[in-house]
Structure formats: C-alpha cells, structure tokens
C-alpha cells in the first residue's frame, strides 16, 4: 500500500532514450534501459497522480494506470512534452535525451565505400527539453537526473543551476546502467540527501514521497 502523497496532482514525465536518424537502418543513441523512468510513472500512480510518461524506445511494459506517449526522437519528445507541460503540476525529466541529433540524415542506406573512407555526418544540439520546461511561467515543479561518471555532486549541482530547477537527482552511471538496484543523492538548495542502495521501484517510491512533501500547493 503507497500512501496518495500525489492524489489530484497531474506527473509529467519523460524516460527511455530517444534515437537520432543516421539513416533508414541507423540511428544515434543512449544507453538507457528506460527502467527508472518508468518506475517513477509507477509509483507516481501509486502515490495517486494522474500521470504521462513520454517514452523513447524502450523493451517495457507501460505501468498500470499511466498513460503512455511513445516517440523517437529528442523533437518529438520535447514537442510531445511542450504540448503537456502547462498542464503539469510536476515534470520529472529521467529520459536519456541524445545531446546531438543529425543533422543530414540519408533517405538511402549509406553504403561502404570501395576507398574506405567513412561517412560525413553533420551534427546539430537537441533542444534542451528539462531546462525548456523549467523555463515556462507558471510552469510545473521540475526534478531532473544526473548520471555522472564521477564529481556527482559538483556536476549535479552545477546542472541544477543552470536548468534552473529545484531539485535533481544524481547516480553514478555506471552504477545504475542496465542495472536492477540505483543508490540516489537528491540535490536542493538546502543540499544533497542520499538514499539507500536499492530498488529502482523503492528509489522512486522514496522519491515520489520526498518530492510529494515539497511540491507546492
Ligand atoms: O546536463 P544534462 O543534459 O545531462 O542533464 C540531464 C537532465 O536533463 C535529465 O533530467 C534529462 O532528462 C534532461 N535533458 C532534457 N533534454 C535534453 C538533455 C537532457 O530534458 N536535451
């Protein structure tokens, strides 16, 4: 039984990784299971919130009671949060969103050449969806994730205040990739509250109920 810390509250959330078109057999990707976001739409759910879950390409069930929005591509996810932020009372940004898309994607299938020489591929920077949001008058209350490598809480502090959000949540990435169990810093302003090692589902749970007590009315 999860207590309905979230009843009447409408979640926003994004996970998964998004895939960038190289061409019609080839994309640019993230490594990303998508299974902390969908935990999170879980035990928002739980928690009684009516929530969306805009999703890259994932191999997961959608959670019972969410509804799920299935896109590709970092435009098509931020056009698909964009159109559902204003409504939002809270926007959890835990997708793998790709940081460069293509720039000239093929129609054709590139083929090797007789020479060797590679193909040219052109990159452009993704609209940064989280700090868009975050961005927005009278806009939802925005927690976002850091996956570092390292520095945890230098670099997760440093991308709170540059998005602009109250909260993020940072694990190490090579820690929680492909894995079962995450251990979770919260970072605010007030400073860094770790979680135990567990669970992704008992980590979101865990964090639904942090989050759930700072949200504003
Ligand atoms: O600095 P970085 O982009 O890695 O921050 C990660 C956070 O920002 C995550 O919450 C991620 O979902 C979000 N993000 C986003 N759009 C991007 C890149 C990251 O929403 N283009």
Known sequence: FQPKTLAGRRVLLTAGPTSEVIDPVRVLTNRSSGRMGYALARAAA????????????????????????????????????????????????????????IANPSSTK??????????HLDFVQNPDILAEVAALPGGPWCVGFAAETGHLAEHAQAKRARKGIPAIVGNLAQDAMDAEDTELVIFDDTGHHPLARQSKLQAARQLVGWIAARLPR
């Open 110 to 119: 590139l083929k090797k050449q007789p020479d060797g020489q590679p193909p």
């Open 46 to 101: 739980e928690a009684g919130a009516d929530v969306t879950l805009v999703s890259g390409p994932v191999a997961l069930p959608c959670p019972d009671g969410v509804e799920r929005i299935a896109v590709r591509n970092a435009a098509d996810m931020r056009a698909a949060v964009m159109a559902r932020a204003g409504q939002a009372d809270l926007f959890i940004a835990v997708a793998a969103v790709a940081d460069w898309g």
